[in-house]
C-alpha cells in the first residue's frame, strides 16, 4: 500500500473509526486495525469524506464584481452588465480569473466540478478558449467538465448554435439551456434535447428562475426527458418558483421530477440573493426545500453558482458554507436532513454528474477530504473546516487546525 488513513469516521457510520488503505490512487481496503505497511496519517477520529461535488460553477465570468456596476441588484441587470463586460473578455482573463476561482475550490475540498460556460456571438469560444487549458493543468486535483449553455438565449440570437456545437467538438462535456432568456423557451427546450441526443451528452438547464408557479417550464422538461428517453441524465438549476408551492403541489411536482428522472440543483447564495428584489417588506427567499423533494424520491444537489459578480456579489468556494446557508434558509434542523444538506455536496451530487468510481469504497479512487469534526451534520452546523485533501490517494491540501496560545 501507499498510504493508509488511520482512525477514520465514515459519513455512512461515524460512530465507529476505520483505517481506509490506498494504493495506486485507489481505497483498497477499509477496515479496522489495518495490518499493513505503508505510509500513515493519523486523522485522530475526523470525519474523512469523499471529495465534495460542484455541480454548477460559473468559471468564465467569476471574479468580474470590481468592473460592474450594481444599482438595482437584480437579475436583468446583472445579465445586461455581464453581456456588456463579456464583449472585451478575452482567453487571457477568463484563464486567470477562472483559475483562481478553481484554486479555491480545491482549498475547500472539491474534487470535481461541473463548470457552466456561457457561447453567444458576443463572446464567441473565447471562454471555452480560456477555461479548457485548466481541465489538464488541474487534473492532480480535480475533474473538471464543462457545460455549455446560452445565457442570452438561443432562437433569438442568431449564431448561438452553432457556436453551441463548435464547443462541443472542441471538448464541451454536456449542454445546458437558459430558457427563460428565449423568446421561445420550449423551442430552447427542444433544441436542446436534439442536441444533446446527437451528441449523446448530458443536460444541465438553467430553469425558471422567477417566482410564478403557474409560468413554469419545468413540466415541459420532465415531458421532453421521457420523450427523450433522457432519465438520470438531465438536471435543472434554480426552480425558485418551487419555492412558492404549497406541500400538495410540491409533492405532485416531485413526483414528476422523479418519474422523470430530473434531478434538481438548489443554488441557494444566488436564489437569495436575486428573488424578491421588488418587495420592500415580508421578502420570499426564493431557494427550493431540496430536502423535501429527496423525501418524495428527486435526485437533489447543492452548488455554488456564481463568485464575486453581479449575480452574486458573495462567495469563497467552499461547499461546506453552501450547504450551511441552504440549512439557516430554509430551517433544516432535523438530523436526517442535515445530513442530506452534506450529501447534496457529495454523493448526491456526484450522483447528479453521473460519476463513476466516486465514494468511500473498495475499488473506487481514493478522492478524500478530511474534516475537523466528527460527524456529517457537525460539518454542516459548525462549518468544520478541512485539513487535508486527497485527489486519487495524493495529498493536495493541507490546512493545520487553529491553535490556542494560552497564557
Given at each position: 500500500m501507499d498510504l493508509i488513513l488511520r482512525n477514520a469516521r465514515l459519513?455512512?457510520?461515524?460512530?465507529?473509526?476505520?483505517?481506509?488503505?490506498?494504493?495506486?490512487?485507489k481505497i483498497v481496503a477499509i477496515e479496522t486495525g489495518l495490518g499493513a505497511e505503508a505510509e500513515e496519517l493519523d486523522v485522530g477520529g475526523r470525519l474523512v469524506s469523499p471529495g465534495f461535488v460542484e455541480t454548477h460553477l460559473h468559471l468564465d465570468k467569476a471574479c468580474i464584481l470590481n468592473r460592474c456596476r450594481a444599482e438595482q441588484g437584480d437579475l436583468d441587470e446583472a445579465i445586461r452588465e455581464v453581456a456588456r463586460l463579456k464583449a472585451a473578455f478575452t482567453p487571457e482573463d477568463v484563464y486567470e480569473r477562472a483559475k483562481k476561482t478553481i484554486e479555491k475550490c480545491i482549498l475547500h475540498g472539491t474534487t470535481h466540478v461541473r463548470t457552466q460556460l456561457e457561447v453567444d456571438p458576443g463572446i464567441g469560444l473565447r471562454g471555452l478558449e480560456g477555461v479548457l487549458p485548466l481541465v489538464k493543468e488541474y487534473a492532480w486535483a480535480v475533474d473538471l467538465e464543462i457545460c455549455i449553455f446560452p445565457q442570452e438565449g438561443m432562437l433569438n440570437n442568431p449564431g448561438t448554435e452553432e457556436l453551441m456545437i463548435?464547443?462541443?467538438?472542441?471538448?464541451?462535456?454536456?449542454?445546458?439551456?437558459?430558457?427563460?432568456?428565449?423568446?421561445?423557451?420550449?423551442?430552447?427546450?427542444?433544441?436542446?434535447?436534439?442536441?444533446?441526443?446527437?451528441?449523446?451528452?448530458?443536460?444541465?438547464?438553467?430553469?425558471?428562475?422567477?417566482?410564478?408557479?403557474?409560468?413554469?417550464?419545468?413540466?415541459?422538461?420532465?415531458?421532453?426527458?421521457?420523450?427523450?428517453?433522457?432519465?438520470?441524465r438531465v438536471a435543472v438549476g434554480h426552480v425558485t418558483p418551487l419555492s412558492t408551492l404549497e406541500p400538495k403541489a410540491l409533492a405532485t411536482m416531485a413526483k414528476r421530477l422523479n418519474n422523470a428522472g430530473v434531478a434538481l440543483c438548489v443554488l441557494p447564495s444566488t436564489d437569495l440573493y436575486l428573488m424578491g428584489r421588488p418587495r420592500q417588506h415580508d421578502v420570499v427567499r426564493g431557494v427550493a426545500p431540496a430536502h423535501r423533494f429527496l423525501k418524495h424520491g428527486v435526485n437533489c444537489a447543492l452548488a455554488t453558482n456564481n463568485v464575486l459578480n453581479p449575480f452574486t456579489p458573495f462567495g469563497d468556494c467552499s461547499l461546506v458554507r453552501i450547504a450551511n446557508l441552504y440549512a439557516n434558509v430554509c430551517q433544516v434542523g432535523a438530523t436526517n436532513d442535515l445530513a442530506e444538506c452534506f450529501q447534496m455536496i457529495t454523493t448526491r451530487a456526484a450522483a447528479l454528474?453521473?460519476?463513476?468510481?466516486?465514494?468511500?469504497?473498495?475499488?473506487?479512487?481514493?478522492?478524500?477530504?478530511?474534516?475537523?469534526?466528527?460527524s456529517p451534520q457537525a460539518a454542516i452546523s459548525e462549518l468544520a473546516p478541512v485539513l487535508y485533501v486527497f485527489k486519487r490517494g495524493r495529498l493536495t491540501v493541507t490546512r493545520k487546525p487553529p491553535l490556542l496560545h494560552r497564557p
Open positions: 459519513p455512512s457510520d461515524s460512530g465507529r473509526l476505520v483505517d481506509i488503505g490506498i494504493e495506486r490512487g463548435a464547443a462541443l467538438k472542441r471538448g464541451g462535456n454536456l449542454i445546458g439551456a437558459c430558457p427563460y432568456t428565449d423568446t421561445d423557451s420550449n423551442g430552447q427546450i427542444d433544441r436542446i434535447f436534439a442536441l444533446a441526443r446527437e451528441f449523446d451528452v448530458d443536460i444541465d438547464m438553467h430553469l425558471d428562475f422567477h417566482l410564478d408557479a403557474g409560468k413554469m417550464d419545468l413540466p415541459y422538461v420532465c415531458r421532453r426527458a421521457e420523450e427523450f428517453g433522457y432519465g438520470g454528474m453521473n460519476l463513476q468510481s466516486y465514494g468511500i469504497a473498495v475499488g473506487n479512487d481514493a478522492d478524500l477530504v478530511v474534516l475537523d469534526c466528527e
